[in-house]
């Protein structure tokens, strides 16, 4: 037995579908990047393996090796990882199992459960072409069906196909959309192993579950079709030497953009990196987005990986398509940042900054720089005002601010603070609320030019908080250089 065929059924035997261990494989073609849609697939069957104290496996369907690529592996690997998706064995690469695919499609070819089908492209393309003439439905005649080889050229090349049922109806019942038929006349004679001899996704598919023990096949909705080719195999599998159980199948429904279609490039679908790096997602953030997209627990919005285990179960997937929202994926995010350590967020921030970026100082000003932050690069960027240097270059409307009566009421504040000598947030309130009122004005007529020369800008954390997270020093540094006309 081979190295990766015994792997396989160790990996199968002790706690497989037949002892009741929930399998569960997550099975990307590393054509692309991990794309929304790949990572909420993979999230469930993560969770729905974990909450039943199962096994989630990872295989990667690298057999299109012209489209198929090692950067795309890595990004998706990564992506898994980010989320925190951890599997149970090391990645099975489906381009290694070529051979025991074609020892099942050969299996079949001598059970009589397939057969060599000696058509050539142009005979079936002028069979294409009746059929779209009669407004037929395009699929293989059974032409090869049950001709003898012999009647075949010799040398000619062939194609391995499944001899389907061609009476009757195939019913599945799927955890998610329930009970399905389909006329086993609407399925044909399609191709197992092509005329180079290499195995087809549909052959592959199904050998490779069987091996990795899968109990349930969890994937978009867009496959349930190929849960209907995908059968005949198994069940004549199982009649050839048994063992070949049906999984539980559950097909859940497509994500879509805010316009009803099927979520793509130009809603700003994009990979799971793309959210992490250019719009500054925190990964539990995304985690509890896909969870929520599609899947619901009441009206519960917020969900720890914990608790997701906990509860995760397929009935509470829904039937209808799942709308991607930004907005509500980044007021989530919003919710985890408030939720995060001090420390994690400031290292996160401080890579956005660069190298002036104090890790240390970032951690003390957290907790008042989180509050409205939707994302690490909001985060960030409310942070700057920490690390700039004098003269600060200010906004356009921090400028307005400081016309002549703003600058005066900066000295005013100048001198205020100046005498203060306790450097908290409760002092300095007090000694600018006092000024205020012995200057009889709100205390926002004060704030606002306080906030425009201490951070240039025109919104910032609480004013106090900036104060003493810039010290006494700094403070009245920045406030003295504004208040001054310039020549």
Request: charged share 30%; proline share 4%; with cysteine.
């Amino acid at each position: 037995m081979e190295p990766i065929e015994r792997k396989l059924r160790q990996m199968a035997s002790t706690d497989g579908a037949g002892t009741g261990t929930v399998v569960t494989r997550f099975a990307p073609s590393p054509t692309g990047y991990l794309h929304l849609g790949g990572a909420r697939t993979a999230l469930f069957n993560w969770l729905f393996a974990r909450h039943h104290g199962g096994k989630a496996l990872l295989r990667i369907e690298d057999t299109d090796k012209k489209r198929s690529t090692q950067d795309a592996i890595d990004k998706i690997i990564e992506g898994l990882d980010w989320l925190g998706l951890d599997y149970d064995d090391e990645p099975l690469f489906q381009s290694q199992r070529a051979e025991r695919h074609v020892e099942v499609a050969n299996k079949l070819l001598a059970a009589g459960h397939a057969y060599r089908c000696y058509a050539t492209p142009e005979e079936l393309e002028t069979m294409r072409a009746e059929q779209r003439a009669n407004k037929q439905p395009q699929r293989y005649d059974g032409r090869w069906r049950d001709r003898d080889p012999s009647e075949a050229p010799e040398g000619a090349p062939f194609v391995v196909r499944l001899k389907t049922l061609t009476e009757g109806e195939t019913r599945i019942v799927d955890a998610v959309q329930g009970e399905v038929t389909v006329r086993n006349a609407e399925i044909d004679d399609y191709v197992l192993l092509r005329a180079d001899g290499t195995p087809t996704y549909m052959l592959a598919v199904v050998v490779d579950d069987h091996d990795m023990g899968c109990t349930h096949i969890i994937r978009g909705d867009d496959h349930l079709n190929n849960a209907f080719r995908q059968l005949p195999v198994i069940h004549a599998m199982n009649e050839i030497e048994g063992g070949w159980q049906v999984p539980v199948y559950a097909h859940i429904p497509l994500i879509h953009g805010t316009d009803g279609a099927k979520l793509s490039k130009r809603h700003g679908a994009v990979g799971v990196e793309a959210y992490r790096d250019e719009m500054g997602v925190l990964p539990e953030a995304l985690f509890n987005y896909l969870l929520r997209l599609g899947w619901g627990h009441g009206d519960h919005e917020e969900f720890t990986k914990a608790q997701a285990i906990e509860l995760f179960t397929l009935d509470g997937v829904g039937k209808s398509a799942s709308r991607f929202d930004t907005k509500k994926l980044l007021n989530l995010n919003g919710y985890h940042i408030r939720e995060a350590d001090n420390g994690r967020l400031s290292k996160l921030v401080a890579e956005r900054i660069g190298p002036k970026a104090d890790e240390e100082l970032l951690a003390r000003a957290m907790d008042a720089l989180k509050v409205r932050a939707k994302d690490l690069n909001e985060l960030a960027e409310s942070s700057t005002f920490l690390f700039a240097t004098r003269p600060l270059q200010l906004t356009e409307k921090a400028a307005g601010l400081l016309d002549d009566e703003g600058r005066a009421r900066l000295r005013e504040v100048h001198e205020a603070l100046a005498a203060e000598n306790d450097w908290t947030i409760e002092a300095l309130e007090a000694t600018t609320k006092a000024l205020a009122e012995r200057l009889e004005l709100g205390l926002g007529k004060l704030a606002q030019p306080m906030r425009a020369a201490l951070t240039g800008t025109t919104t910032s954390p609480g004013i106090f908080d900036v104060l003493v997270l810039l010290g006494r020093e700094e403070s009245l540094a920045r406030i003295d250089a504004q208040a001054t006309p310039t020549e």
